[in-house]
């Protein structure tokens, strides 16, 4: 038999050699690693009213593209329910963050603009970048100064086009939150669009949970995506912007428009979970608290620096170390993951420790004196 060669194999085991092999596996042990943030996810009122609507005819299926058959009433009423809540203009629902950063970045920047952002943004936004038409540049984390410098110096240098500034609120990987009123002030000022992704902040932070721009949402330059499972518990991505932008995207964005629209059950879950952080507000009250307590502890016990939200990371440097101080973690009952390059800078790999209504600090400080133990040993 001829034995084919295939590259794939050769990268696997590259990736292996470095500690970069990711395999998948099941939750396993209490969850600190999850964005299930105010432990939605799994919520009996939620599915309480999912199996209602269910037997009152709600489909599971769209059937389509939005653009087809496949748009129904309940994506209309939760994009004018979640523009109400979130104060934007107009609301447009994606199947996922993913695609909703894909979408946004992809289509409305145009040939001859610029995008500038920051070093850090998710997969998701940078894969948009890579498919805009725009010029982009990489700017150093949460440096509201240089994306200020690097706007002057474009204008300076002849640049005609339109500037796209792209943030995230409270990053993914770091837990740390951007300068959000003076890239509002810049954009202002240099006639930019903002595109803030609030996916880590939105039913967490902000007022009723509406995320850390709420106060800039609905201006004309602003876009914002709110993802709807993390702390909502759902599916999807809300994409807050005016309704002429919203109006581009669905004629020319290519995830919305090829792709089947998410089921009309699921926009549905996504409306319930928005009212029911607006009928619970002691959720996020609770989350702020635990959160609180969970940095306090791993400052005091490991003497670490903390970001003080929801998502502390803890730097290990090395992959090997992240995958080994993890694999402990998780044998003693407490679901950490190691989070490696390329998701993170090379040499920052971590733990990404979540922390969420599905502990509670009994849970936390037990997990902190293991984690103490843990690093002791690996002096
Ligand atoms: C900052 C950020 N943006 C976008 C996404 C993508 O959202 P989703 O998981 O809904 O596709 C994620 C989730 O991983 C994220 O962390």
Known sequence: ?????????????????????RRLSLPNGVDLSSNDYLGLARSPELAARLIEALQRGVATGSGGS????????????????????????????????YSANLAILSTLPQAGDLILYDALVHASAYDGIRASRADALSIPHNDAHAFEATLKSWRQGGGKGCPWI???????????????????EIAERYGAFLVIDEAHATGVHGPNGRGLAATF????????????????????????????????????ARPFIYATAPPPLQALAVREALALIQAEPQRRKALQDLAAFANNKIGERLGLPTSGTQIIPVLLGEDGKAVRVAEKLQAAGFDIRAIRPPTVPARTARLRITITLNVDQEIIERMVDQLARILEDER
């Open 66 to 97: 939005r653009l087809l058959r496949g748009h129904h009433e309940e994506h209309e009423e939760l994009e004018a329910e979640a523009a109400r809540f979130f104060g934007a203009q107009r609301m447009l629902y994606f199947g996922g963050g």
């Open 217 to 252: 949402e609905g201006r004309e330059d602003v876009i914002t995506l709110h993802t709807c499972g993390k702390a909502l518990g759902a599916f999807g991505g809300l994409v807050g912007a005016s309704r002429l932008m919203c109006d581009f995207l669905i004629n020319r």
């Open 1 to 21: 038999m001829i034995k084919l060669s295939h590259p794939h194999g050769d990268k696997l085991d590259v990736l292996a050699s470095r500690g970069r092999l």
């Open 166 to 184: 792209v943030v995230e609120s409270l990053y993914s990987m770091d837990g740390d939150v951007a300068p959000l009123a003076d890239l509002a």
